[in-house]
């Protein structure tokens, strides 16, 4: 039987897409802010693997027994984003603190914003399945 949930339609999975990867965004910014001042830190960014993959050149591993551990790579391609240095901001540590500060609120806007059409998208389904309009 065909597993049937709120996640099977094409406006949910992406809805949960975009959860999935500004979660992702937040904790990033998360960390590159608790580690602002920290000597040797090198500050991360979440991009997206698709493109990562087509700009170096899109490196195939193959598994050749069924029990050997998934790479990082193969991880990332299935989540469709991964962290990568950020090296501009590296390269303007006078700007780091503000820009990571806005990155932090974009991510939690976005993340506010998907969480609240995925709730009224329950509700509407909820409100369907019991026939009280």
Known sequence: MKNVGITTDGAAERLKRVLDVTAARQRVAARNLGNVTTEGYEPKKVEFSDELAQASGKVKIQKTHKSHLTSAREAAAARGYTEVVDMEAIANPDTR???????????????????????KRTQTLRTAISGQF
Do not use: H
Request: aromatic fraction near 4%.
């Open 97 to 119: 603190l503000e820009q990571t500060v806005a990155e932090l609120a974009d991510a939690e806007l976005a993340y506010a914003t998907a969480a609240k059409l995925m709730a």
